[in-house]
């Protein structure tokens, strides 16, 4: 605890120290920054920190996924089971993966049967715009599953006119081709994205094949408002090869995703009305064994939402009400309770017999104010569920702002999650069962902060304390064969964040940018082995380097070092820790006029590495591609 007190305190010095002598007269009103912000931001920057991937820099790293990018984050533990967007799942500041809220632009996208399924985004890389991260809490105004953080996917919608292509191949015989066309003019512009991945795997069991479809429509109008509609879906077949247990070698899982939404906002005076409708379907087939039929999992999770918000603004500061309906249902044969048996769509054999349903009504009200040189904001949120009752949220953020490049910060957030379907339903014989009387988590962060952002350089610090009560989690205890999910009593996380960033005018180095994290959970798992709670970054450390070669060719470095708390149950039953480990990939990029040649190297030291214990990702290996612009 001390440790990363002190490493906040003497960087808040610092950074206090450096703009102390330059501070003068400041116009900035931060009442402007914070009511000006669209609705399609995350949260509002000025009590929290907001971390935001751009286009550029998605364009110049070495991944050809959204998880591999988030994975260069610190903070973020991205743990993967497969290569390439197969599945992943995000932790963020030590939280579960179905403790993080998923948002396509701005519509939640969260899987209500396994945060598993929360990366089954129906979008290729090379579409998405921006990608913005919240770490901690923000259930007060982003709802109950924004537990440990958030994240928002951005596509792009009012570019020029053009086609774009993209062409990759690498590896495992991996190949890629993706088609996206935007066409249309500033009252009304669309785009229309198609992409097929394919990969024979890098070890037996691993090939995978996916295929998406995308299309956002956005039609901007003086008298009605703006509407912006989305459309997606996507195929993914692939080898499980251990995913769900290392004595299972012959997984496979097959999943469709649909998704329909409808955002639309309006501002008249002083008020600004959003309105929000979405649907998303999740089939899944998942074979513990693909050479025995009788035992697959069937799966089809259906969430129809929709949410209301006003956004007043007065002399008082501004203040923000809403409310959501979204309700969850899931036709299965292992996931609810007893029905009729229904053929399962997209299959020649298979029928449901369990289903469950779960309506979701959720209210909030938040309020920003800004005086002199202070910020602040402070709301609640209520969910009801008849199964769980009424479960409550809250919190406040303050901010103080030496000057328009820098601030420091302050903010108390309460957190509650529900249950997904397969903690309270899910039960395999001799491998996993369920606890029916499963209960919500719960958690209290307290997080201290500052940000500087100069023309040259920038600086984010923020140290935080999570208190966890019955935080759900599957544990194996030794001798047992059987893993079963429980509410731990209390998992508390302490840690701090650190990022910081240069870039260089006219010189060979373009930017080079050092990010840090350590975490530390004071529960103790050393009686028995913990699947995901208890499992976490202990040390992330990320160095990444950009920096021009000769003409049009530069590269871009990215240096890593994980260093992994818990342990893990090896094919011989033994309780295993996880060691660290280091990671360097690179991309070579040509950028061209109308096309762009890209060259990468992952992994470069061939390091033998698991994200999950026993799960080995593949050693050093390679990707190349062209994309043209038309």
Not at 166 to 195: D, K, P, Y
Not at 579 to 608: E, P, Q, T
Request: with cysteine; charged share 20%; hydrophobic share 35%.
């Amino acid at each position: 605890m001390r440790k990363f007190f002190i490493l906040f305190s003497l960087i808040s010095l610092v950074t206090f120290q450096a703009v102390r002598s330059q501070e003068k007269a400041d116009s900035v009103n931060l009442s402007d920054v914070e009511v000006n912000a669209t609705r399609n931001k995350l949260y509002s920057e000025m009590g929290r920190v907001l971390t935001f991937i751009d286009r550029t820099e998605i364009k110049r790293s070495a991944v050809q996924s959204i998880d591999q990018l988030l994975d260069y984050v610190a903070g973020i533990d991205i743990r993967q089971r497969g290569t390439n967007s197969t599945q992943a799942d995000i932790s963020v500041r030590g939280g579960s993966f179905d403790q993080v809220l998923v948002l396509l632009n701005g519509v939640n996208i969260t899987d209500p049967q396994t945060g598993h399924f929360n990366l089954d985004i129906p979008l290729n890389l090379s579409d998405v715009s921006r990608v913005e991260i919240l770490q901690g809490s923000s259930a007060r105004v982003l709802g109950s599953n924004a537990f440990s953080g958030a994240i928002n996917i951005i596509t792009e919608s009012n570019e020029p006119n053009s086609l774009r292509a993209e062409l990759t191949g690498g590896s495992f015989n991996t190949f890629g081709q993706s088609v996206t066309n935007t066409s249309g003019n500033e009252r009304l512009h669309t785009l229309v994205s198609v992409s097929h991945q394919s990969s024979d795997g890098y070890t037996r069991n691993t090939d995978y094949d996916f295929v998406n479809a995308f299309v956002q429509s956005v039609l901007n109008t003086n008298s009605a408002g703006k509407f912006d509609l989305q459309v997606a879906a996507q195929q993914k077949a692939f080898g499980a090869n251990g995913f769900y247990g290392l004595a299972y070698p012959n997984q496979y899982e097959r999943s469709k995703t649909f998704l329909t939404a409808l955002n639309w906002s309006i501002t008249r005076n002083k008020l600004t009305y959003s309105a929000q409708a979405y649907w998303r379907r999740h089939n899944d087939r998942f074979e513990l064994d693909y050479n025995k039929p009788a035992g697959w999992n069937y799966h089809q999770t259906d969430v129809t939402g929709a949410k209301f918000t006003v956004d007043a603004l007065t002399s008082l500061g501004k203040t923000t009400l809403g409310a959501e309906l979204r309700n969850e249902h899931i036709l299965s044969n292992k996931l609810g309770e007893a029905r009729d048996s229904l053929k399962v769509p997209f299959e020649e054999s298979g029928y449901f017999t369990k289903e469950t349903n779960r309506l979701n009504s959720s209210a909030f009200l938040n309020h920003a104010v800004t005086v002199g040189k202070f910020y602040a904001s402070a709301g609640v949120s209520e969910t009801y569920t008849s199964k769980y009752g009424l479960n409550g949220a809250g919190g406040a953020d303050i901010a103080y702002r030496f000057s328009d490049k820098y601030r420091v910060f302050a903010s108390f957030n309460s957190a509650v999650r529900l249950p997904t379907f397969t903690d309270i339903y899910y039960v395999y014989p001799n491998v996993q069962v369920a606890d029916p009387n499963i209960k919500p988590e719960h958690s209290q962060t307290f997080e201290v902060g500052t940000k500087m952002n100069e023309s040259n350089w920038k600086l984010q610090a923020t140290a935080y304390y999570r208190l966890g009560q019955n935080v759900i989690d599957w544990i194996l205890v030794p001798g047992e064969t059987v893993w079963r999910n429980k509410n731990l009593t209390n998992v508390n996380a302490m840690g701090a964040d650190v990022n910081a960033e240069y870039i260089f005018q006219d010189f060979i180095i373009r930017k080079i940018g050092i990010a840090y994290s350590y975490l530390t959970m004071n529960k103790d798992a050393s009686t028995f082995d913990s699947k995901y709670a208890l499992d976490y970054l202990r040390n992330k450390a990320v160095v990444s380097l950009d920096h021009k070669i000769a003409g049009k060719l530069s590269a871009s470095w990215k240096f890593s070092y994980l260093d992994r708390a818990g342990s893990y149950t090896d094919v011989n039953k033994q309780l295993q820790s996880f060691s660290a480990y280091s990671l360097l990939d690179c991309r070579l990029l040509w950028n061209g006029k109308g096309f762009d040649v890209f060259a990468d190297v992952n992994n470069i030291f061939d390091k033998a590495y698991a994200d999950y214990g026993g799960l080995n990702q593949p050693g050093r290996n390679f990707n190349a591609g062209v994309r043209l612009k038309l």
